[in-house]
């Protein structure tokens, strides 16, 4: 099963439109990271949120955190043309910062003019 | 800045065949890992190497042998290359063992026919 979980599995949006993508993991962490991934490229650190910080901001993006929940989410604010692509969250599994990054299958965001 | 490295963009093999994929860390990063990426989705962890020492292997087929060398690029050597081996392959770097700040390079596409 997977260890980290995003949905809904596709959106599409207006320009200028707010955007939510929400995320779920079942392990520890000690932090949780979000990506985007455009067509063509490879994926680019967009969030990386501690397990000790419940919100976090980059410009128009921000992501939050609950570890209870075991749940994150990533809103996009006056989204752009731009900002279509695929959008993972990705954890530690083991939390112990080995490296190894656990992937969900992301979730396809397509934003129209 | 120039990024991470891969080489070559895209590769065609024949089944059975050999491949080798590079990867050219940002300069300073010892820490290289290795993901394969397939329908365009899920991203999986096949091998971390820190400080030209492997620290962590995931679905990396017995097939396939990860080198990183003295000046920390990483190669990845693929024989008896199946189909199912086609591709997207991702290599990232980062300057610690810890996954907190991974750039990743735009791939090397691989179709095995």
């Known amino acids: 099963s997977q260890l980290a979980e995003e949905n809904p599995w596709a959106l599409s949006v207006h320009e200028g439109e707010s955007v939510t993508v929400n995320c779920s993991y079942k392990t520890s962490i000690t932090a949780l990271q979000w990506y985007r991934q455009k067509s063509g490229e490879g994926p680019a650190q967009l969030i990386l949120i501690r397990s000790n910080e419940r919100e976090k901001r980059n410009g128009r993006l921000r992501a939050t955190l609950d570890t209870s929940s075991q749940s994150s989410s990533l809103s996009i604010t006056a989204t752009r043309c731009e900002d279509t692509a695929v959008y993972f969250c990705a954890t530690d599994p083991t939390g112990a910062n080995t490296g190894k990054l656990t992937f969900g299958h992301g979730t396809i965001l397509r934003v129209h003019p | 800045d120039s990024g991470v490295v891969q080489s070559p963009r895209h590769i065609i093999k024949e089944k059975g065949g050999r491949s080798v994929l590079t990867c050219i860390p940002i300069?300073?990063?010892?820490?290289v890992v290795w993901y394969q990426q397939t329908l365009g989705k899920e991203l999986k962890f096949l091998i971390q190497?820190?400080?030209?020492?492997?620290?962590d292997k995931g679905f990396l087929p017995s097939r396939f042998s990860v080198q990183q060398f003295d000046d920390y690029h990483s190669e990845m050597n693929m024989s008896a290359l199946e189909l199912e081996d086609s591709a997207m392959y991702f290599c990232?770097?980062?300057?610690?063992?810890?996954?907190?700040?991974?750039?990743f390079g735009s791939g090397t596409r691989l179709l095995v026919i």
């Open positions: 990232a770097s980062s300057l610690q063992g810890a996954s907190s700040d991974y750039t």
């Open positions: 300069s300073g990063h010892s820490n």
């Open positions: 190497h820190y400080e030209k020492v492997e620290r």
